[in-house]
């Protein structure tokens, strides 16, 4: 099990950029793929980005292409979410999460979760 805390969330105008950081301890992190979700009020939780163990693979939704970027550094357990251009919709809370092999960008397909951290975009 790997054991993840998000931290970075806030609040920032439309336009904006912010960077989530999820940090993560246990020993199979680096062999981990990695993935960032979103769950705003009403909705269900939604696959944002994903990158795998090595970093070389990433994957986004369609809605977050262009303007958000993941990256990992394994040397330092962590795992980040750059985010530009926010808008109004982006607003949710996000959550990384951890699978030690990835089928779906789903979120069943993901067995560690953090607790999430809030991001509001203002317009």
């Known amino acids: 099990q790997v054991q993840l805390v998000e931290s970075g969330g806030g609040l920032v105008q439309a336009g904006g950029s912010l960077r989530l950081s999820c940090a993560a301890s246990?020993?199979?992190?680096?062999?981990?793929?990695m993935g960032w979700f979103r769950q705003a009020p009403g909705k269900e939780r939604e696959f944002v980005a994903g990158?795998?163990?090595?970093?070389?693979?990433?994957h986004y939704a369609d809605s977050v292409k262009g303007r958000f970027t993941i990256s990992r550094d394994n040397a330092k357990n962590t795992v980040y979410l750059q985010m530009n251009s926010l808008k109004p919709e982006d607003t949710a809370a996000y959550y990384c999460a951890a699978t030690p092999r990835v089928q779906t960008w789903t979120p069943g397909n993901f067995g560690s979760w953090g607790q999430g951290t809030q991001v509001t975009v203002s317009s």
């Open positions: 246990g020993r199979t992190f680096s062999s981990s793929v």
């Open positions: 990158i795998g163990w090595s970093g070389a693979r990433t």
